[in-house]
T-cell receptor, first 115, second 118 residues
Framework: AQTVTQSQPEMSVQEAETVTLSCTYD???????LFWYKQPPSRQMILVIR??????QNATENRFSVNFQKAAKSFSLKISDSQLGDAAMYFC????????????FGTGTRLKVLA | EAGVAQSPRYKIIEKRQSVAFWCNPI?????LYWYQQILGQGPKLLIQ????????DSQLPKDRFSAERLKGVDSTLKIQPAKLEDSAVYLC????????????????FGPGTRLTVT
């Protein structure tokens, strides 16, 4: 069975600085999607960035980028030029492309942005 | 486009009572998910529908939880009878699941229903 592990329950970053959130996963599948979702306090969960496993190039979305290491089963999120609005829970997620196509979420990392 | 709608937003019940949650996904989205999110934890999938069929309900406590998605559109999740440990936020999400490729598999989440069982 697939698992997703986020080993950092909480992280802090100074405004305008860069922070990296870690995620590791375990799977025997070769094709899948990985995601980072953001859940601000009392607000809806939204997608931050996605990565297709078959693509070697790391995904980027404005100030957000990932470091995808398929062999190491690692998928970290880098937030550059951190802003106060980036404060939220961040969840790493795995989406199988076979079987039941299940989504599996990690336990989350709470990001605090310090002014 | 309208987002995923959920109601009610908040519910407080006593243990052994029953409760129902409603979800209306984004129009045209074939896949609908119900998650349970306990405070401080990640979402746990309870049930996944593809149109009006169940794809995965392996983590649904079937002795007390039930869900249906009539006509492949909106869905209801019911708990009967509720236990203290059911206190959580219940999230509904939907995704396009376009056949023929081109699906990004992004999930769109509703605001959730916060359930407190006393």
């Amino acid at each position: 069975a697939q698992t997703v592990t986020q080993s950092q329950p909480e992280m802090s970053v100074q405004e305008a600085e860069t922070v990296t959130l870690s995620c590791t996963y375990d799977t025997s599948e070769s094709d899948y999607y990985l995601f980072w979702y953001k859940q601000p306090p009392s607000r809806q969960m939204i997608l931050v960035i996605r990565q297709e496993a078959y693509k070697q190039q790391n995904a980027t979305e404005n100030r957000f980028s990932v470091n995808f290491q398929k062999a190491a089963k690692s998928f970290s999120l880098k937030i550059s030029d951190s802003q106060l609005g980036d404060a939220a829970m961040y969840f790493c997620a795995y989406r199988s492309l076979s079987g039941t196509y299940k989504y599996i979420f990690g336990t989350g990392t709470r990001l605090k942005v310090l002014a | 486009e309208a987002g995923v709608a959920q109601s009610p937003r908040y519910k407080i019940i006593e243990k052994r009572q029953s409760v129902a949650f409603w979800c209306n996904p984004i129009s045209g989205h074939a896949t609908l998910y119900w998650y349970q999110q306990i405070l401080g934890q990640g979402p746990k999938l309870l049930i996944q529908f593809q149109n009006n069929g169940v794809v995965d309900d392996s983590q649904l406590p079937k002795d007390r939880f039930s869900a249906e998605r009539l006509k492949g559109v909106d869905s209801t999740l019911k708990i009967q009878p509720a236990k203290l440990e059911d206190s959580a936020v219940y999230l509904c999400a939907s995704s396009l699941s376009r056949s023929g490729g081109g699906d990004t598999y992004e999930q769109y989440f509703g605001p959730g229903t916060r359930l407190t069982v006393t």
